[in-house]
Every structure is written in structure tokens, then in C-alpha cells.
């Protein structure tokens, strides 16, 4: 679960160079709670006023949608409601919203976190 409410969650999934990762995500949130219709997690479309908003490195992405980063202060990427990429840096693995201010967001993304090891690691 990633509340629209914390800007990063702890996945507690620790991932290793190669690793293969695909993220699975559903659920609605709002980036206003009264203002705003519930969206996915591939963000409020067609509303590039808000990216104003948007963490930094993510401007052009959409407002409200879900990210990720891997370590504490690794670079954020987006991954919307679906994404396959293969590990090059290793570290923990956080999904976020992308907003820098989630205080009057309300809502909930459900997602699903599959890994497989790369060869290296599988043992």
C-alpha cells in the first residue's frame, strides 16, 4: 500500500544489480482532496499547470502520479500503473507520489512488487 499522504514508502524489498522488477499498481488518490477527481497511478492527465508541484526531476511526468526510487536518496523515476526494468544500482526500493506536498492528498495505490534475481544472485 502507498498512501497518497507519505511521499515515500518503504517497500522493504532490497534489490541487486540485474535484478528484474516489475511494479503492478491500481487504486485512486487525489491530489486535492477537495478540488480534485480520484485518479490512477498514472497521474492527473492533461493538467500540466500542476507539475509545479512535482518532485523534483519528475516535471514533465504527471502530477500525482506513482514513483519510485531505489536507497534513500536515489534519483526518482516514474512508474505510472505498470513497470518491468532491470536493477542497475542496488538498494531499497521506495514508491512515492509524485508531489511535494501530499499533506491534502487523500486516497491509496495498491501495488505489486515482483522480483527475480538475477543469475548472479539466485545462487
Do not use: C
Not at 482532496?33 to 492527473?44: E, R, T
Amino acid at each position: 500500500m502507498v498512501p497518497a499522504t507519505e511521499q515515500w514508502t518503504d517497500t522493504g524489498i532490497d534489490l541487486s544489480i540485474d535484478d528484474t522488477v516489475l511494479i503492478e499498481a491500481d487504486g485512486e488518490i487525489t491530489p486535492k482532496a477537495a478540488d480534485v477527481p480520484p485518479h490512477g497511478p498514472d497521474g492527473v492527465p492533461d493538467r500540466p499547470s500542476a507539475r509545479v508541484y512535482n518532485v523534483e526531476g519528475l516535471e514533465e511526468e504527471n502530477h500525482n502520479s506513482l514513483i519510485g526510487r531505489i536507497g534513500e536518496v536515489g534519483a526518482p523515476f516514474p512508474v505510472g500503473s505498470q513497470l518491468q526494468f532491470i536493477v542497475d544500482t542496488e538498494g531499497r526500493l521506495f514508491l512515492g507520489i509524485n508531489d511535494t506536498d501530499v499533506a491534502n492528498n487523500a486516497g491509496v495505490f495498491t501495488v505489486m512488487v515482483t522480483v527475480n534475481p538475477s543469475s548472479s544472485t539466485s545462487g
